[in-house]
C-alpha cells in the first residue's frame, strides 16, 4: 500500500511562490509515474501536470505552463510543485496521485484521475487578489 502526504499549501498573494511537497510512504514509488491535480470549489478534480517515473518526461496542462514545474526525489520518495507567478484562478486543493500501472504516455490518458491508484488528502493553496 502506498501512503501519500502533501504539505507546502497556503495563503499567498498574486504574483507569490509555493513550493508543495508530497511524499510517500508503504512502498517505493520509484517505478510510478506521479501526477498533481486540483479542484477548485463546485468543480471537477483537473489534471494540472504529471512526471514520469524517470523524471525524464514531464506534461503541463496549458494554464501552468511556464509558471509551474515538477519534479521528483526518487531518494526521498518524494515530488514537488513548483508554482510561480500564482493567479487567483490557481486556487484550489491540489492533490498528489500515484499510477503503479505504469499507463504509457503515449496512451494521452495521462490527464485522467482513473489512470492514478493512490492519491493523497490534499493542501489547500489560495491565491488572492
Known amino acids: 500500500q502506498l501512503q501519500l502526504v502533501e504539505s507546502g499549501g497556503g495563503l499567498v498573494q498574486a504574483g507569490g511562490s509555493l513550493r508543495l511537497s508530497c511524499a510517500a510512504s508503504g512502498r517505493t514509488f520509484v517505478n510510478f509515474g506521479l501526477a498533481w491535480f486540483r479542484q477548485a470549489p463546485g468543480k471537477e478534480r483537473e489534471f494540472v501536470t504529471t512526471?514520469?517515473?524517470?523524471?525524464?518526461?514531464?506534461y503541463y496542462t496549458d494554464s501552468v505552463k511556464g509558471r509551474f514545474t515538477i519534479s521528483r526525489d526518487n531518494a526521498k520518495n518524494t515530488v514537488y510543485l513548483q508554482m510561480n507567478s500564482l493567479k487567483p484562478e490557481d486556487t484550489a486543493i491540489y492533490y498528489c496521485?500515484?499510477?503503479?500501472?505504469?499507463?504509457?504516455?503515449?496512451?494521452?490518458?495521462?490527464?485522467?484521475?482513473?489512470?492514478?491508484?493512490?492519491w493523497g488528502q490534499g493542501t489547500q493553496v489560495t491565491v488572492s487578489s
Open positions: 512526471i514520469s517515473w524517470s523524471g525524464v518526461s514531464t
Open positions: 496521485a500515484a499510477d503503479v500501472r505504469g499507463t504509457p504516455y503515449s496512451s494521452g490518458t495521462y490527464t485522467s484521475p482513473s489512470v492514478y491508484d493512490y
